[in-house]
Each structure stands twice: as C-alpha cells, then as structure tokens.
C-alpha cells in the first residue's frame, strides 16, 4: 500500500503562485509514476501533469502548459506542482496520485492506483 499526501495549497490572487507537495511512502518512491489531477466545484476530476520515476519525462495539460511545472525529488520523495500566472479557473482541490505501471501505460491512459486525500487551492480575481 502507498500513502500520498498532499500540502501546499491555499490562497492566491490572480496573475500569484503557488507550489504543491506531495509525498509518497510505504515502497520506493522512485517505482512510481506520479501525477497531479483537480476538481473544480460541480465538475468532473481532470488530468493536470504526470512525470515518469526518474523525472526525465513530464505531460501536462493544455489547459495549464506554460504556468504550471511539475518535478520530483525521489531523494525526498516528494513530487511538486509549481503553478504560475494562476487564473481564478485554476480554483480546485488538486489531487496527488501514484501509479507503479511503466510511463507510456499511465501517460495514455491517465490512471492511477493510489491517492491522496487533496488540498484546495482558490484562485481570487
């Protein structure tokens, strides 16, 4: 079994940043594709970026190319969303998720195994 837990969010205006955090354990971090998804109030989970296990490979999403990065530390066991130019439709809890499936499976087929609980980001104009 794999834990994720997320931090980071919180309160932003328009145009700020924002950097999340996610934590893997309970195995080796570095098996493990990671990825970031958000829910926005009355809609449907959305992909948001995933990296491969050694960070070589990151997709992210049309909707968020060019304003948001995503990274990892396997050191740490940490995988990050550094989100710019945040917009007030970027308001969503974002979810941190992990899959131990090789890189081009989890990439097409955006899913995940394991979850964390989410963390609210708001976006105020």
């Known amino acids: 079994q794999v834990q994720v837990v997320e931090s980071g969010g919180g309160l932003a205006q328009a145009g700020g940043s924002l950097r999340l955090s996610c934590t893997a354990s309970?195995?080796?971090?570095?098996?493990?594709?990671m990825g970031w998804f958000r829910q926005a109030p009355r809609k449907e989970r959305e992909f948001v970026a995933a990296i491969n296990r050694s960070g070589g490979l990151t997709y992210v999403a049309d909707s968020v190319k060019g304003r948001f990065t995503i990274s990892r530390d396997n050191a740490k066991s940490t995988v990050f969303l550094q989100m710019t130019s945040l917009k007030p439709e970027d308001t969503a809890v974002y979810y941190c998720a992990a899959d131990p499936s090789v890189w081009e499976i989890v990439r097409s087929t955006q899913t995940f195994d394991f979850w964390g609980q989410g963390t609210q980001v708001t976006v105020s104009s």
């Open positions: 309970g195995r080796t971090f570095s098996r493990y594709v």
